[in-house]
């Protein structure tokens, strides 16, 4: 028989935010797991959408004057050392569709910007990445799909050394002593239990071009049927991975 559509329901789309709600991808894991290269990776094969890249890293609190004095004593592995309030409003708003602002954090510094923010637009593809985004049960609930980036913390350990050193502005043995203090009994306490909570567990992260295309493909399929029976509600949907 000939399909006929109700204007408003072929709008709403368009017009209404909740029904387009974009999909929202956690991707969490050890530090120097990879986590940061899967998510560009992930990020690059899916050029035809609209993705926006959340770093959990941007809502470090600020360190007090005091705290800045001892930095060497700070914790910055546990979960209180994240503004997970203001990280999830973020979230929730972006899910909305409505345009946020979020801090920039100086690892140099241990602070956030005082002057610049990123402000960030609706996406049709947000993926949340940190050490810590499954931690919280209300932000994980937010989430259509979790990653955990699983790096043996050998690999893991050198990677940062390499890295706070260059890019971070630290030394080898304060990174080496940070790592032994609160690094890795954070990684045992707090990381390495929110790993039951993945749908996907990823070895060996960036090198793992297999699991990304998986991944990458999951994420098309989910896009494409998302939108069809929205757009199209009465319509049978053969090609699910239909790109709009
Ligand atoms: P995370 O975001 O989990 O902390 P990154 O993706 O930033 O991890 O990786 C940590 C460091 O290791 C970075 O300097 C990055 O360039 C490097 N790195 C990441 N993945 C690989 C890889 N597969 N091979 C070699 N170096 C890598
Ligand atoms: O990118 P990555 O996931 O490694 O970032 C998280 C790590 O950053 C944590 O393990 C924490 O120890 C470190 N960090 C730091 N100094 C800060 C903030 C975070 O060394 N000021
Ligand atoms: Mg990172």
Redesign the pocket.
């Known amino acids: 028989g000939d399909m006929r559509f109700d204007d408003d329901e072929l709008a709403v789309p368009q017009s209404k935010g909740e029904a387009k709600q974009p999909f929202v991808i956690g991707v969490g894991g050890g530090?120097?797991s990879g986590?940061?290269t899967v998510c560009n990776m992930i990020i690059q094969q899916l050029h035809d959408h609209r993705v926006v890249l959340v770093n959990q890293?941007s809502f470090?609190r600020g360190l007090t004057a005091e705290e800045l004095e001892n930095v060497g004593e700070y914790n910055?592995?546990h979960p209180d050392a994240f503004d997970t309030e203001q990280l999830l409003d973020c979230l929730e708003k972006l899910k909305s569709c409505l345009p946020i602002q979020i801090p920039v954090y100086d690892?140099k510094r241990?602070q956030r910007s005082l002057d610049t923010v990123r402000k960030v637009n609706a996406a049709d593809v947000i993926i949340l990445e940190?050490?810590l985004v499954f931690h919280d049960a209300r932000v994980r609930g937010l989430m259509n799909m979790k990653i955990f980036v699983d790096t043996d913390a050998d690999v893991r350990l050198a990677r940062?050394i390499r890295r706070?050193t260059l890019e971070?502005g630290r030394d080898v043995n304060g990174v080496i002593e940070?790592y032994a203090k609160?690094?890795k009994p954070a990684f045992d306490d707090f990381v390495l239990p929110t790993k039951k909570y993945a749908d996907v567990i990823l070895p060996r992260g960036g090198d793992n071009h297999v699991a990304i295309d998986l991944i990458v493909q999951h994420i098309r399929t989910k896009l494409g049927q998302h939108d069809l029976r929205k757009i199209y509600p009465n319509v049978y949907v053969i090609q699910s991975t239909f790109q709009i």
């Open positions: 530090t120097a986590k940061s890293d470090y910055f592995d690892f241990h940190g050490i940062r706070d971070r940070q609160f690094v």
